[in-house]
């Protein structure tokens, strides 16, 4: 298989990871990285799917991943942050890579813990699974789902965007060729948001300041460093590590 007539053995050697599949149906790229790490593959392995039947977001949501789009999975092995800053962090990446593209600085929103948001609607979302031997972490999945070229289903009119909406050129290559390489090197970061990607986060934190009702009520507040989502509740601050967001 080929990607944008690019065959995967050379997409491999273009961003410097060990290994890449290119496949034109997968049920899900994320459970392929799970498939191919309990057989030994390396960190950095990347599988991209033309499709999936059955890619999913946080708590068992559904992904619609129609051709045109891009649906992919990397590999990553100790050491890697914790789990909430890694969801943080490839949504830095991503959000700066998106500006680079339309050419318009921090221009892109996060949405804790894992949605990428251009002028209020998701562009792409992030799930992140570790796999664990009792106490010890195997490896983690990072799977990816970005629009790009990809037809929006009817009944996300209005909450999804495409890049085709912004750029009606754009390919999925010249997303990846700025994507790859800087989400290789996220091991070698602390376990926790150093101070200055906390600034950057702050910059794009679509939800600070807005009232929420889930998972817990009150007004995000930022977030902390290894992660959490702050929420002043109004008799105190309280600290989420995981859930679905929902407005009030």
């Known amino acids: 298989m080929t990607l944008d007539d690019i065959p995967a053995n050379l997409l491999a050697r273009r961003w410097g990871v060990p290994q890449c599949g290119v496949f034109r149906t997968l ?12 057989q030994g593959a390396p960190a950095g392995t990347v599988v991209i799917a033309e499709e999936q039947t059955a890619g999913r977001g946080r708590d068992g949501r559904t992904w619609r991943s129609p051709a045109g789009g891009l649906w992919f999975g ?4 100790s050491p890697v942050p914790v789990l909430g800053a890694l969801s943080l962090r ?34 792409a979302g992030i799930l992140c699974e570790g796999r664990w031997q009792g106490d010890t972490l195997q490896w983690m999945a990072v799977g990816i789902g970005m629009n790009v070229a990809n037809e929006v289903p009817a009944e996300l009119d209005g909450r999804a965007i495409t890049l085709r909406e912004l ?12 994507l790859i390489p800087p989400l290789v090197r996220l ?6 948001l150093t101070e200055f990607e906390c600034s950057a986060f702050a910059r794009r934190d679509w939800l600070r300041g807005r009232q929420i009702r889930t998972p817990i009520s009150g007004r995000a507040a930022g977030i902390r460093p290894d992660g959490a989502l702050l929420v002043d509740t109004g008799s105190g601050t309280t600290m989420v590590r995981e859930g679905h967001v929902e407005l009030s």
């Open 27 to 38: 049920s899900s790229s994320l459970d392929a990285i799970h498939e191919v790490a309990a």
């Open 90 to 123: 490839v949504g830095l990446v991503l959000a700066d890579v998106v500006d680079d593209l339309i050419g318009r600085g921090d221009s892109t929103r996060l949405k804790w813990p894992n949605d990428v948001l251009l002028h209020d609607r998701k562009v």
């Open 187 to 192: 091991t070698a970061h602390g376990a926790q």
């Open 167 to 178: 750029l009606p050129d754009v390919r999925r290559i010249d997303v990846l060729d700025r």
């Open 74 to 77: 990397m590999l990553l092995r």
